[in-house]
């Protein structure tokens, strides 16, 4: 997850139609000192490696009835206010603030002024999100929600003044992934592996066979383990070409699905645009299945991903 296993969790199991809750850290980063587990809340309370205060990082599945929001609202306020410290609440809280923050739904205004209530209440303040109007969609683009989001104690801020909230692509959920970041570290790139992947990408085969003529053509008495060397550049440099291919593909399929729901989000996007948004969903699926093979073939060879590592982020599903 963040290329070791030194992490911990907390969860909450499954509650009607919920599939529950998990909290997860970074035993490197993060000092658990307590946990408090609802049907629809995780409190985790610990501290920062960067800092000695105590932090309550609240991840939140947010009921559906309005009694069950009242009485979450009301829990959550209570603890807030007998706990001193900095608070992060953050999740699919399943509620919007505004009318502005849903489209294609039914705006319910008494809901709305509970949520407003309960943050004016407990002295948050919304990290304002980029790249996102809204954080839900359904898969035809016709309904959309601004329900995932993060709420922070003001002195949050004087702790961790970069702070900020983005939403990332949201792939195949319905939902958009929200990220807390402060900082970031790149581990470089991973070194040279034969990936199953490959047998799956067009020109794999015809690389092996040039490679293996040209050797051989070059120097027929020339020792194997030679020729798998040469073998091994051309591969590299196959690759190499092919990722980019790839990559070039992927950002301008990514770009076009962003171009078309930034008008669906707006409001704007026409029927035929909703309907390229579905084949160029499969193209993207296509790509990332590729990509996905490489990431489960390195987790079971190495025991860990060797990907970027975000340090002090929390990201909300």
Not at 171 to 185: E, Q, S
Not at 264 to 270: E, K, R
Not at 304 to 310: F, G
Request: a negative charge.
């Amino acid at each position: 997850m963040w290329g070791n296993y030194t992490f911990d969790y907390a969860f909450s199991l499954s509650r009607d139609r919920s599939g529950g809750l998990i909290s997860v850290w970074d035993l490197n980063y993060f000092f658990k000192e307590q946990i408090w587990c609802d049907d629809w809340y995780i409190i985790v309370k610990g501290r920062w490696a960067t800092s000695d205060n105590v932090f309550f990082m609240i991840n939140i599945y947010g009921p559906q009835e309005m009694v069950d929001k009242i009485a979450m609202w009301n829990r959550l306020l209570e603890f807030i206010r007998h706990h001193e410290g900095h608070f992060v609440l953050f999740g699919d809280l399943n509620e919007v603030g505004d009318q502005s923050e849903h489209h294609g739904t039914e705006f319910h205004r008494p809901s709305a002024n509970t949520f407003n209530t309960f943050i004016d209440d407990a002295g948050l303040l919304e990290l304002l999100l980029g790249g996102r109007n809204f954080t839900w969609m359904n898969k035809a683009g016709s309904k959309m929600s601004k329900l995932d989001r993060f709420l922070i104690s003001q002195n949050v801020t004087d702790i961790f003044p970069d702070v900020k909230a983005t939403a990332l692509p949201r792939g195949w959920l319905d939902h958009t992934p929200i990220l807390l970041n402060c900082n970031k570290i790149d581990y470089g790139p991973v070194p040279f592996t034969f990936f199953h992947s490959w047998f799956h990408r067009d020109g794999f085969d015809d690389c092996i066979r040039k490679a293996y003529n040209e050797c051989s053509l070059a120097n027929p008495q020339m020792p194997y383990h030679k020729k798998l060397k040469w073998i091994k550049q051309n591969i590299k440099e196959w690759n190499r070409l092919a990722k980019n291919i790839e990559a070039s593909k992927k950002q301008e399929v990514l770009r076009k699905l962003n171009d078309i729901e930034e008008k669906i989000d707006s409001n704007t996007a026409s029927d035929s645009e909703k309907e390229d948004r579905l084949k160029l969903l499969k193209e993207r699926d296509d790509i990332q299945q590729l990509e996905d093979m490489d990431l489960m073939q390195k987790a079971r060879v190495n025991g860990m991903l060797k990907e970027t590592k975000i340090q002090n982020s929390f990201m909300v599903y």
